[in-house]
């Protein structure tokens, strides 16, 4: 808490990397508290995980899946966390909202780079919930990401040999329906569509071809269905699926080129929560990610919430 107005949060990671051990601020910010500022509306500031996606907003551990689905792996690298300023307004069952990035994070800039070179980023979102029952929710949320790469800050890809300068917009459509049909007991379905436009150029510092002119789009989507059983139990299966863009001839054969390919995942977990600290998932995946290339994945997740909070949340 900061007075009675505001409140803030910061989290940070310890992770490894070539090598050496690393913390990674993961979020800084401050927010207005409901009431606190003016009614209905709120301003969030500093770095974090904003209103780009239904699953954006909130760290991963707290996903019903062990890794993100197909698309937020592609287009945001996972989730996009960068600097800025977001304003949202309340209205009924709804929330509209606006945002303004530094632009130094994936798909725009590359925070391993030139730090303070961002390449700006502006959101704007919609999102609404209806009741349609007691015991079921319907939400529809809309959300758009746009801005410019440029040097020196300029994206580096997936990858990591691909460099795109221009502009980026990625549109998402988002869907989740969940019915609390008994005492501890949920059915919920979820599913977003992912669609982004990029006009610029493509460099492979694997090729010598040079910046190569592009103007096309991609795009994919997920479907998830998750039963809780009860308050220990859930099971899920899900899907996503990526329809690539076309390869400039220049960049045929570079890491750019799809060969024809649209990569698709299928996902089945099922997970055993011991109590509001403590959960316990076991995940199998099935992707073909590239021509002829299958992917079979097993991951044990065991996730511990150290204090007295349980599951977190990061939205209003």
Known sequence: DIGENFSGSLTAALVREDGADKIELEEAYVESLEGGFLDNTFFKFGR????VGALNTQHAHADDF?????????FLNKAYNDDGLEVSYLLASSEIGI??????????????GS??????????????????????ELSFNLYHLAGI?????????????????????????????????????????????????????FADSEASTGAITFDDSDSGYYLALVNKFNEHLSIGARYGKLMAADTPSALVGSMLDS????????????DWNFDSS??????????????????NQII?????????????????
């Open 48 to 51: 974090a995980f904003w209103n």
């Open 300 to 316: 044990f997740q065991y996730v511990m919430y150290l204090g007295s909070g349980g599951h977190d949340s990061h939205d209003h």
């Open 259 to 270: 060969g024809g390919n649209d990569p698709d995942s299928y996902s089945i977990m099922a």
């Open 149 to 201: 790469s440029k040097s020196p800050n300029a994206r580096v890809s997936n990858e990591d040999t691909v460099t795109f300068s221009g502009d980026s917009d990625l549109s998402i459509v988002s869907f989740d329906y969940q019915n609390s049909y008994g005492s501890g007991s949920k059915f919920k379905i979820s599913a977003e569509y992912f669609y982004r436009n990029q006009v610029g150029t």
């Open 99 to 112: 945002g303004y990035f530094r632009g130094e994070d994936f798909p725009f800039g590359n925070t391993a």
């Open 66 to 74: 062990a890794d993100r689905p197909l698309p937020y792996r592609v």
């Open 115 to 136: 730090e303070g070179d961002g390449s700006n980023a502006w959101s704007a979102f919609y999102k609404s919930t209806i009741n349609l029952s007691n015991s079921e």
């Open 278 to 295: 403590a959960i316990m998932r076991l995940q199998i995946n099935h992707e073909e990610p590239q021509p002829n290339v299958v992917d």
